[in-house]
């Protein structure tokens, strides 16, 4: 089940910072986390899926990255994305 692409094009309006921007670390982050949250869908049926599960986190790893670079780059900007997209408790 991979996004479709009004779901991906909602997702990139939600986060874009102005218009055309497809590249900011938001919009990244938001992309890869629903990437991320639809593959533990699927190891739910699929737990010996170990091929997938490396995939998963080399995008857990990209994520962390780019989280890491907009902590440093702007503070607010990364407080956002986190109260936005759920990610820390």
Not at 10 to 29: A, C, M, N, R
Not at 36 to 57: C, P, T, V, W, Y
Not at 60 to 71: A, E, F, I, T
């Amino acid at each position: 089940m991979t996004m479709t692409v009004t779901e991906k094009q909602t997702l990139i309006k939600k986060f874009e910072k102005h218009t055309g921007d497809t590249g900011s670390p938001e919009i990244q982050v938001a992309l890869i986390s629903s990437r991320i949250e639809e593959l533990n869908k699927h190891f739910a049926a699929h737990r010996k899926d170990h091929a997938s599960r490396q995939g998963l986190l080399k995008m857990v790893g990209h994520r962390r990255r780019l989280l890491n670079y907009l902590k440093k780059a702007d503070i607010e900007r990364y407080k956002k994305i986190i109260e936005v997209l759920g990610l820390r408790k």
